[in-house]
């Protein structure tokens, strides 16, 4: 079993930065693909960053430049760190790691204030 706790969203002005934590707790394997998802009201949850274990990391495109994933391995920690907030970046953070099983988060609220 697996358990994903996050923590870091919360109220920000456009231009602002917050800093996402995700740590992982259970039966991890050190070779897991870790991730943050997104999802804003009346919209799909789309890929925001993964990192792998060896630090390889994908972007959605939009993101890339703003946002900026990493992961320390010894914690089962994935971060996230955004900067230049903009409103269009308001929706719910999912974390997520993918061991045999797509494991989920219960999502953090991040709401940027134009």
């Known amino acids: 079993q697996v358990q994903l706790v996050e923590s870091g969203g919360g109220l920000v002005q456009a231009g602002g930065s917050l800093r996402l934590s995700c740590t992982a707790s259970?039966?991890?394997?050190?070779?897991?693909?870790m991730g943050w998802y997104r999802q804003a009201p009346g919209k799909q949850r789309g890929l925001v960053a993964s990192?792998?274990?060896?630090?390889?990391?994908d972007y959605a495109a939009s993101l890339k430049g703003r946002f900026t994933i990493s992961r320390d391995n010894a914690k089962n920690t994935v971060y996230l760190q955004m900067n230049n907030l903009k409103p269009e970046d308001t929706a719910v953070y999912y974390c997520?790691?993918?061991?045999?099983?797509?494991?989920w988060g219960q999502g953090t609220q991040v709401t940027v204030s134009s």
């Open positions: 997520n790691l993918v061991l045999g099983y797509n494991y």
């Open positions: 990192i792998t274990s060896s630090g390889s990391t």
């Open positions: 259970g039966s991890i394997s050190s070779g897991a693909l």
